[in-house]
């Protein structure tokens, strides 16, 4: 499964709920664990990091993350920490680029998270969720709640498919969690009806025959990337991370597995309407992310 994982750690609830997955996953797959965290300079530093470092604030965050993280650690084979100063995006990718990562595991991250009222597409743009995972070459998983103390429930994982490139890769990634678990993969898709109206000139087509039609196509396309994983495939129509979110919600899906499609395009252009983003940044189970940089995972 995974052999190297990057806790992006911070201090919070939501810190914690990442950290408590990070260590979970580590200790399943005797991984090796880096808890890692990046003090933000004041901008009257940016670019004078020794400033930074020298007045001791690295090593005082450095034992209050050891402190903190103590209890989880000592059962984890292979753990290590590190701080350092700099901007919190650039610091994580280039520490899973240097570590060549298999999987970088943080909270939402999200700028306002906490201000009620904030529009969620704006709480995501510009955040170190939406940056990391915008440019990962590894999968992200972002936790926004806590797994159950005696572990993460992966007896069923979600994928859901828009039957894209980035989408098939997702899968791989999708069938190999499940694999590791031993768990039920679910494959999902949902037909978006937003664009058709009855009383319009575009009337909806017969949804049955839809939904047939992605159910087969998902067998067609996916089956023989998936080995021994047991599969249930399904679909329906709606709006498509509302829908996500309560099939996950509805079958108990321990983890939602989605292509991030990212380009190099300004956030706001790549994350308006993006349905990762929502999925990703709404208090549900782990959500991975796997952009168009990440490596082709082996089939099943």
Request: charged share 20%; hydrophobic share 40%; with cysteine.
């Amino acid at each position: 499964m995974f052999r190297k994982i990057i806790l992006a750690a911070t201090p919070g609830e939501q810190g914690l709920c990442a950290a408590d997955m990070a260590f979970s996953l580590a200790a399943r797959a005797n991984a090796r664990l880096i808890v890692f965290h990046a003090c933000c300079l004041p901008s009257s530093w940016w670019g004078k990091k020794r400033p930074a470092a020298m007045c001791g604030e690295m090593e005082q965050v450095l034992a209050d993350m050891k402190q903190s993280f103590q209890d989880k650690a000592s059962g984890t084979a292979d753990v290590s920490f590190q701080v350092v100063p700099g901007q919190p995006p650039e610091e994580i990718l280039k520490l899973a680029g240097q570590e060549r990562a298999d999987l970088i595991v943080m909270g939402p991250h999200a700028r306002d998270a906490d201000r009620e009222g904030s529009a969620l597409v704006y709480r995501l743009i510009g955040s170190t969720a939406e940056k990391v995972s915008r440019q990962a070459s590894c999968p992200v998983m972002i936790v926004s709640r806590r797994p159950p103390e005696t572990g993460p429930k992966m007896s069923r994982i979600l994928l859901a498919t828009d039957f894209s490139s980035p989408s098939e890769n997702a899968l791989r990634y999708a069938c190999m969690l499940a694999g590791a678990y031993d768990a039920e993969l679910h494959v999902f898709h949902v037909i978006n009806v937003a664009g058709y109206s009855p009383v319009q000139e575009q009337p909806c087509p017969d949804i049955e025959v839809l939904i047939a039609e992605a159910k087969d196509r998902m067998r067609r396309r996916y089956g023989h990337l998936l080995g021994r994983v047991r599969t249930v495939f399904e679909s329906w129509e709606g709006t498509p991370p509302v829908e996500i979110l309560k099939y996950a919600r509805w079958n108990d899906v321990g983890c939602i597995v989605m292509a991030h499609h990212s380009s190099d395009k300004g956030p706001e252009r790549t994350l308006i309407g993006s349905t990762a983003a929502y999925v990703a940044l709404t208090p549900s189970c782990p959500t991975v992310l796997i952009n168009y940089k990440v490596p082709l995972c082996p089939a099943a």
